[in-house]
């Protein structure tokens, strides 16, 4: 009997109604980002049913369970991003469901029409109420998020004014450890860098990693390029997820396509860090910084080394060039000039005989020619050990094998190569690449104690990738480019300097122990004239 049943028992009793009724009004919504979430989460769903039995349990009394409720949703959906409008969709929505339900069910039953109505403005006054409070959370929602924006803002302005006046790494890299750290709340933050972009020394601040686990996931994260994250429970995944608390993360620096700047580590083994997707937009806008102040670093630095070889080219070049004609002088002297000295002697003889006996001219033009073909041999000798003319005649490959072979029977030391089938290039760059791997074999010779060395050529598309490698004892670079501290190690700024003046990438990667390993990496430019 419906007679003594109020409007709250009767809604009261069709809550299951009441749900799927929303649901499919829901699912005629255009779509939306909203949408989506009520009708295609689990946490969407729950939340409908959430506000219907708060809104019931309101009408019978407990209504600041369902203020509070309806607060923190207006805060959380504002949070988001989401449209106001969207979020109180459910207001209208019920009071159409009841709008259909009421008048037949009036009809069909004897209600006191009085008690009803009552019943009904109380409901709606609940629902308008809803609509306030999500309303009053949004706006100071917003007003929050404008005054965060602010702060972030100045933040941002206080960073970058201090640090781009900051000329070296270790205050860089403690400004951002300082960031870090008051955004994440982690025990230990730990910044990696790279010292510069040519011996890629790299080097750990404020102290050297030691924990493997830290290296793996820094290591990842700039092999990657992205972010990579570890949670309380030893899982490893790559999309932040704001529920889940950290405890490890580390977040490539400056990344520009392959290469990265250095790496951030953030490390909390007590107890797990919170790192939302918030925290992550605002730290990637001081990693953002932090690259430009970076770039600017490497590139005074490259200036200032760019400065200190040509100082070292210059006096090193006035040393070579004299050298080089003392040499020449020796070579002419000890050769040339000798032989022509005799060739001398023999047209002294030669005019004598022409006098006194004729037929012995014969024999004596015979060693005069024999002397002049001794003397342009010597002549091509020292032109081809000014320059290789093997390169001009046989091709660059070629050339390559002859060396290889005589530099194997000279020193012993066996050279595994491998090259490209066939390869036509400029002669200025078979030169350089020639030269390299001449002025390579021979500091494996000289320096490496190793016996074995490989040499590899690549031809991708218009670039030569040379590498050459040996597993000898190598040398230090950890303070720093090696020829300017050290002249013996000129002839790598030479190759250095032939590699950059084709427009090309010379990489050095050693260290004690820890063998040697140059890279070369050339763009052939054809020639006007189309010889190669």
């Known amino acids: 009997n419906m007679q003594h049943e109020s409007v709250k028992d009767y809604l009261d009793r069709r809550r299951d109604f009441l749900f799927e009724r929303l649901m499919e009004i829901w699912q005629q919504q255009p779509e939306s980002q909203y949408k989506e979430f009520i009708l295609k989460t689990d946490e969407g769903r729950r939340r409908v049913r959430i506000w219907i039995n708060l809104l019931l349990d309101a009408l019978n009394g407990d209504k600041q369970k369902f203020r509070e409720d309806q607060f923190k949703v207006g805060y959380a959906r504002a949070m988001k991003g989401l449209q106001f409008d969207n979020v109180v969709k459910h207001v209208p929505f019920f009071m159409k469901i009841i709008g259909d339900i009421f008048p037949e069910e009036i009809s069909k039953n004897n209600w006191h029409l009085e008690n009803v109505f009552t019943e ?255 003397i342009i041999d010597e002549s091509r000798q020292i032109i081809t050990n000014l320059r290789p003319d093997l390169i001009d005649t046989i091709g660059i490959l070629p050339a390559l094998e002859r060396l290889f072979d005589s530099f194997q029977t000279e020193s012993g030391i066996n050279v595994s190569f491998t090259l490209p089938e066939n390869m036509a290039i400029p002669s200025a760059y078979g030169i350089c690449i020639f030269r390299i791997v001449q002025e390579s074999l021979a500091n494996i010779h000289k320096h490496a104690a190793t016996d074995t060395a490989t040499v590899t050529i690549e031809k991708s598309g218009e670039t030569v990738i040379l590498v050459i490698a040996d597993k000898g004892r190598g040398f230090d670079i950890s303070s720093g480019y090696p020829w300017i501290k050290n002249p013996d190690k000129f002839g790598l700024l030479s190759m250095k300097g032939r590699v950059e003046s084709l427009g090309g990438e010379f990489k050095l990667q050693t260290g004690h122990n820890q063998g040697c390993r140059l890279e070369a990496r050339i763009h052939i430019i054809e020639e006007n004239d189309g010889n190669s």
């Open 120 to 374: 009904i403005k109380e409901l709606m006054d609940l629902l308008f109420e809803d609509t306030l409070i999500i309303a009053s959370s949004f706006v100071n929602t917003r007003e929050e998020i404008i005054n965060e924006k602010a702060a972030q803002l100045e933040s941002l302005y206080d960073y970058t004014r201090d640090i781009i006046t900051i000329d070296n790494l270790d205050e860089i890299a403690e400004t951002l450890i300082k960031k870090t750290v008051s955004l994440s709340g982690a025990d230990e933050v730990s910044i990696g860098l790279y010292k510069d972009l040519f011996t890629w020394n790299f080097r750990w601040y404020p102290k050297p990693i030691h924990d493997p686990s830290l290296k793996k996931i820094a290591a990842s994260a700039i092999r990657e390029g992205i972010p990579i994250f570890i949670d309380e429970q030893h899982h490893t995944y790559r999309d932040l997820t704001d529920d889940k608390l950290k405890s490890i993360t580390a977040i490539p620096i400056g990344v520009e396509g392959s290469f990265c700047y250095g790496v951030i580590v953030i490390n909390s083994q007590i107890q797990g860090f919170e790192l939302t997707k918030k925290h992550m937009k605002v730290l990637a806008h001081f990693i953002d910084i932090t690259k430009v102040a970076l770039k600017n670093i490497y590139n005074l630095g490259e200036i200032e080394q760019h400065r200190q070889e040509l100082r070292l080219t210059a006096s090193k070049l006035m040393t070579i060039r004299e050298e080089e004609r003392k040499r020449l002088a020796e070579d002419i002297h000890d050769s040339i000039a000798q032989s022509l000295i005799g060739l001398g002697y023999k047209m002294q003889i030669s005019k004598r005989l022409l006098q006194e006996d004729p037929e012995k001219l014969d024999a004596q033009f015979e060693g005069l020619l024999g002397n002049i073909d001794n």
